[in-house]
Structures are given as structure tokens and as C-alpha cells.
């Protein structure tokens, strides 16, 4: 360890560079973690604050929740059934304000839930994100769609959907909308809810969220940046430690001759990427997290700590496993050959 880090003090600005560009992945890998969990929340988070559970499409959707409707008997049948079973169908649209301005939502109803407000006739609960466009308890809006008004009666914390605030509505209301009375989806709660039920397909919470349009292509890419990054902090360890030992392939021969044990050397390289690597992370993360907090309130920006720790360690393995790669050659030095490749 002591030999490590005077090598580390001799060579400090091969090692500070190594570090910077560490720095700048591992940061990146954040700030990229940070807006994917964000659009994440943004795309789906109707569905992500429900409990563990199933959701029940018919099997001629396709897969497609807003192709999917509901036959009335079987949905009544499996609210009775089933305790905390509710029905709920989803569509995109909008509503107007007293001065005419449109903002888009994605219309929500449901039969009598927990999950969801119930809301009567003519009422509607908004997300709360709604309040900085100027709307307030009490407002009344419209839709070029429906005959009546609604009225504002409360707002609803995070409750996005297809990245627009949700509106919850009530079944009256939303069929008149979108002239349907089946509802496209029922949701049963719990471990207990039945994997398969004749006619219609089941999905968990997670395979739901691929329903979604766009929510799957949207996470896959930015999961892919992530996971690039990560793979090419990977390979500037092993890169960086390879041509440190190509030079040292002389000392490594000296060391040898004296008795110093191959595991030593290769603690001797451990030591330095982790110095690096902790070092590094600890700024990216300090300044990830210091991100953060100073975003922009429109930014679908989320990091928890969970994430930030799982990615830490993700980039302590891949850094282990690159140096560990490239201190293969040191294995194989034999101190003779070595010393004389060295005096060349």
C-alpha cells in the first residue's frame, strides 16, 4: 500500500488525468441515472404509486391498454370477487380554463377505489403540477367533448401519466368523452391476485409500464447510454493500467527478483483504482445530488440514493474487473527477461 501510493505521488498527473476522465463518465452516468428515473416518474406515475398487484387486459388488445376493453359482467364479477379490485380506463385529452388556455391531461376514472379519488359528476381532481399554470380549487373548466363543466375540487400529488398531469374523472363523465362504456383495464392488488383469468391477459406492475406508448423505448435508451458508460470506464482502467505496466515491466522484473509476491503487486494496482475510483465518485456524486436540488422545477429530474449507491458499486466492480484484466502481463514476467527488457 505504501509502495502504491508513493507511485501515486511520483506519477500524479497520469493518475489525476485517469481520475478527471473517471470523474466525467461517473458524473455523466448520474446526471443520465438522474433524468431516466425522472421521465420515468413523468411517463408512469398513475401506475407506479398503485401497490403491487396485476393488471387484467383483454387478449384481443394486443398488449395495448387503450385497445383493450373490459366485458361489463366479468369486470363486476372480479370487484366482487376479489377484495381492493378496482376497473379503470386511461385516454389522453385536454381541458380549457375561464381564459380559454388549453392544457393537456390524461383523463383518469375508475369505479369506487382507495387508489384512486372518487370523484362525482362534474368534479375533477387535477395533479398538482396543474397549480403552476394558475389553476386553483374552485376553477372551471371545460372540453370541447363534453356538455357540462367540471369543477375543480382538489389536486392530487404526483400523479402523471404519459408525461401529462392526470384529471380524474367521473365514469358518467368520461364515457360521454369518448363514447364507451367499457373500462379498459381492472387492477386486483396483492400476491394473491390470479395470474390468468379466461379472456383476459395479466401483467404485473412492471410489464404494465411496457403498455405504456413510448415509456419502454424511451427507458431502453437512456438504460443503454448508462450502461455504455459504465463498460467505458471499464476499459479506461484496463487501457490505463495496461500501458503503466508495459512500462513497468522492468521494475515488476526487479520486484520479483527480490521477493515480493505477484498477489502484492497486484494489491499494489487494487489500491490505486480504488484510491481513483473513490476519489472520483465521491465528486460525482456530491455534485449529482447538488444537481439535484438546484434543477429547474420542470425538469423530470429524480436520483435516489439507492440508484447512487447500486451505480457506485457498479463502477467499483467494472474498475476492479479492468485493472484485475490488464494486471494479467504482470502474472507472467519472469524477473530475468524482465530487467533485461527494462535496460533496452
Known sequence: MQMAWKEVKKSKMKFLILGSIIFLVSFLTFIISGLANGLSEDNAALIKNVPNGQFYLNEDAKQTYNLSKIDADQQEKLIADYEGATAMSIQMGFVNDAE????SVAFVTSTDSDLFPNVKDNE???DASLKDDGIEVGDILT???FSGEFKVVGFAEKQ???HAPVAFISMKNYQEIYRVMEMQTVFIPG???PDSIKGLESFDNKEFLNTIPSY????????????F???????????FFYMMNVQKIGLYGILKAIGVKTSSLFSMMWYQMLLITVVSLVLSVGLSQLFSMVAPAGMPFSLP??????LSVVFLVIGFIGATISGFQIKKVEPLQAIQQGEM
Open 100 to 103: 380559454d388556455k388549453q392544457h
Open 143 to 145: 372540453n370541447n367533448q
Open 160 to 162: 402523471t401519466y404519459s
Open 305 to 310: 440514493i439507492e440508484t447512487t449507491l447500486l
Open 124 to 126: 375533477v381532481v387535477l
Open 191 to 193: 400476491s394473491d391476485s
Open 229 to 239: 458508460l459504465v463498460v467505458i470506464s471499464g476499459m479506461l482502467f484496463a487501457i
Open 216 to 227: 419502454g423505448a424511451e427507458q431502453m435508451s437512456l438504460n443503454m447510454i448508462i450502461w
